[in-house]
């Protein structure tokens, strides 16, 4: 079975695995206090050219999304999120666990835009019984979404907007991020991100370190005592040089960009032998996911040799399925899947 | 500087490594659904001669401690543990965080007793207002305890039966367990713990893993669902063989026994060096942890070229101090402190 | 201004304000254990024929609302409800205080069916990632809803067949049961309710009491250990017998049920009043709530003298309004209110 | 029996009763948004020197305590209390149902000092691993006391100095407040309370009302969407205004004032009985509770006729008992009471 499920399947990228064996004997402080994770925040405030935002490494993206949310609002503050917006559908409630409501809005491509953003608070505070409603307080945003698709600098750019006239945070969940930058005719950047967010997050894990997401925060009512409530969500890792070590190493001369050309690269391939054969796209997705609507037959055809998913049945027989390259995708595979799909 | 101040200053045995790099590019399901993961905890369940116990493989202590805890009580009930207990004090509220209070007996090294227990839940009962007030739902202790000392299995099985008569799960936080099992004299066991317990951890962070604690349950009130209760602490690492790989690699060939006996053999050394100059120990820790009195000139003098923590002041200007030996630890650097301590 | 907006305008009826003057100077154990409360509670096992129920007294509805689901439900598990139920939308997320996700079913009416709650169910464990989504574990309905609808007996059966096949509790708010048990038609008795649900509630606030509803509990899982659960909402009130005494007034000679009575036939004329001049209904409630459509210059109109909530805007500048009659609404100004009405 | 042992057992005083019952047919708007609550808060404005203060009502003291400790910390941070304080030992984990720890400070007699205050706080800082530990963010009295103590306006402004240089809030739970403003030799008044805490209590539930707790808040940090946190905590009551007509009534001529110096002169009384008979009190509690230690045939002796605590037993069989007076103890109950006593 090749798989195309997910952008995890794989350990890691050979740098990361050679940084960590080259540095195993060291003794360093533990918690994240030692030298590489200081680097590694360093080149990461240099990156997005915001020198005073802070850089925080937690190992999984549920851990570092129900943290920084729990760090920005109050107890009757909710966020504003898609509905198929990950801390939504896919944390078994750890934003609940916080006491905070998601608070979702239609987005039929992953998506909400500043209008419903704008359209949803002045509905809150229009209400006469408003203090009965869970307060909007941040906007969680993922670039990727889960449904693949991007936000454009403009729309990034309007969304703040609406964020700050209407004292929402902004925060964005770039666990799939690499892929974000390094998708096609995308124009939002490191240094964008960190002057429209008030906080958002960098993956490792999905970009070819074991594990690993860095929170950059600018905003400091967020990142005030942050590291206590790392440690309180059971975020702070022991040998915390781990995750610095790891984001050196992505970091260092771009890797994660190449990583991320890589791995478009190849969905680019895919997506053009689903275009041949006609085989429509559910969403306009130019990052590492591609959902084509396959009938029953196409997808019993290609799950004998591949993995992916069926994640949504449609009318006729057919389903929304997704199929997902990494880092570490291997160009012979995507060969062989592409033949196959040409011959649907 | 030469460090003896924690069992997490360097990164992981060459085994754990190997295996890691190894299977790198191999893909698997994630989320612990590998096949790694099942091996390890199916190997777990022969060690412990519990058949029927589930194994979960988490990234940290905090985290493995908080879900354990959530799962178990409903939310009047908190969890009795000693007041130097670490989620007493080291984990920055996390039980708080899911909503139970941590309630504190004392206990002057470490541990507490079957009988201070039974008072606790009796006191309990007893008060005409019992509804007013947290009931005792779980006892946690730790093994070793914060302060390097060991429950024997005589106190375990009669904590055990008081946690049986008065309807209380009992938890036990072996975080540094391997130093426990490998302690001289030391008659708990594996098989003991799960027999005794409703549920124990199994730490791999500060016994040779880069990172990761077991969660062996065999009480299936707890193990209901407990990958839910993972998932939404934030617990579910993406790549989850990691966890199963790095345990597989300590549980062969009874690795993480060596790994004990080679810290207990180091910390004997160093405990002889201190017995030598009459410097005495505040607690009877037989593990990894010693905590000798030294007064302030002693402690400055080794803290020139050695890393170890002053953890409590003392009267006439001395300090109880902790020294740490682990896997890792380096015969040489041993030998060196010990002569220094000869020395004074 | 005549008050048309909801049903708690007022103070409480005559014979509870005579109850708690006789009694005022009566001196009484504190936290519901007084004499007044038992008697109170064996009056409610009695009329729902449930001898084994559980009967307690809260101030309030979000109170106990929340009190109910943190009792019942383990930390993963949320609780369905329709979108637009009261726990939903109007508690300023209090159900998520308590850790739990309100997972909402679309419902015009306000109500939902069997066949939603099934389908949800059987969707959660169809996903393979079930263990990443907060799993149902609880049913809220409320009856009457928040739109005035009613359940059909037959209904109710059904849902509660579903959660019982489903391993679901089932929960009914009845802040306005007393207008629920007495509308045209209604077939719910209290020894139905008793018996088709884990728990439900009987508001007083709404139907005569100063403050107080009612939480009956048949399943002993959910009553285990209840009071704790209201001691740490804070709902348990110092001087108890205030809300057993209500209810007492209130059970005495079935005086709810004439109350309910009452604010039903007053409905019932305002209900006449707009259909004779061709007013339509949103929705069939049929107990004490009215939501009928009103061009912007007929709300005009009648606000000028009546408070009354307009609650939807609706195309072409039509309002869904909401008029409320209760115990305490005076005939002579129900009468104003359907002369005006005939006007429009 | 006659009640002393505690100070909710009868209902309201006249006065409270009169209002309720002669507004009883009004029509006001709910949930403390009516004219009544607005002059209550005015009046206690005005009382309290604090123009810019807020006043809320809620119904109980444990849903006071939380709604406000909720209000004001953020998650990491916890709330320093003496471990005899009602929100450590009497609320069920209410606090830590909000997530927060309680952070308890020895008091022999139910006070803390500044001096402690200062000394956690710096030990917080001052260890090395501060963000593994929950932050002390808040400072929890109680006036009086659960011991019946009062502290000096010496002491409240010193604590508040310490507080205001160590960046904590100040909250003083006054659910005996009326006792402590007329207890002998008190120099803490109402304008002081407001100037020198962020936040405290104010309660009529144990002076003469049939329930509810007045929120003064000073510090707009705390005061910032207070009525979402109230809702969402349960506490908002839906015929608000009762709350705000029974402080009125207590407000009004200062009956408070009256009520408390009738609770503390039958206290005197019998204070001096037991003096005369040479009975030591194990606390000096200025106010309206007594703490007597009585051996076990006097308290039997008592009880036979008598309701009141005991809530200790000390060694040589003997008991710290309590009693409690009241705004309704009956001067002829305390006649004869004092008589039995001088027969010991």
């Given at each position: ?18 940084r ?12 994240g206090?030692?030298?590489?994770c ?16 802070q ?16 760090a ?8 504003l ?5 990950h ?9 609940e ?16 835009t ?30 990727p ?17 609406v ?6 945070f ?80 992505l ?5 994660y ?12 391939r895919?997506?053009d ?20 609507i ?12 591949y ?6 049945p ?14 570490a995708?291997?160009?012979e595979?995507?060969?062989?899947l592409t ?6």
């Open positions: 079975m090749i798989h195309f499920e997910c952008d995890y399947n794989e350990g890691a990228h050979e740098n990361v695995l050679r960590l064996s080259q540095t195993n004997a060291e003794q360093t402080s533990g918690y206090e030692d030298g590489y200081a680097q590694a925040a360093e080149k990461i405030r240099s990156l997005c050219e915001a020198p005073n935002a850089a925080h490494f937690l190992v999984g993206g549920t851990q570092a999304n129900a943290t920084v949310i729990d920005a609002l109050r107890p009757h503050q909710g966020v999120s898609a509905h198929t917006g801390i939504a559908v896919h944390e078994t409630g750890a934003v666990a916080c006491g905070h409501k998601v608070l979702t809005l239609p987005g039929a491509d992953g998506k909400i500043a209008a419903q953003i704008a359209a949803a608070v002045d509905e809150h505070w229009a209400d006469p019984s408003f203090e009965h409603i869970v307060q909007p307080g941040m906007v969680y945003l993922s670039h979404t889960e449904l693949g698709t991007l936000y454009s600098l403009a729309e990034l750019q309007e969304i703040s907007r964020c700050r006239e209407k004292c929402l902004l925060f964005v969940d770039g666990a799939r991020l690499a892929y974000g930058l390094a998708a096609r005719g995308a124009d939002v950047t490191l240094p964008e991100l960190a002057k429209r967010c008030d906080v958002f997050t960098f993956g490792g894990t999905k970009a070819g370190a074991l594990f690993g997401e860095a929170v950059v925060i600018t905003n400091p009512a967020i990142a005030k005592d942050f590291r206590y409530l790392i440690k309180r969500h059971g975020g702070m890792l022991a040998k915390g040089r781990l995750l610095g070590l790891q984001f050196l190493a970091l260092e001369n771009d890797l960009l190449s990583l991320g050309n890589h791995a478009i690269a190849q969905a680019g895919i997506r032998a689903f275009a041949a054969v006609g085989i429509p796209l559910a969403f306009d997705s130019p990052a590492n996911l591609l959902f084509p396959l009938t029953k037959a196409q997808a019993d055809y290609l799950q004998t040799k993995a992916f998913y069926l994640i949504d449609l009318d006729n027989n057919r389903y929304i399925s997704r199929f997902c390259t990494s880092w995708t291997r160009p595979d995507v060969e062989q033949n196959d799909i040409r011959k649907l």
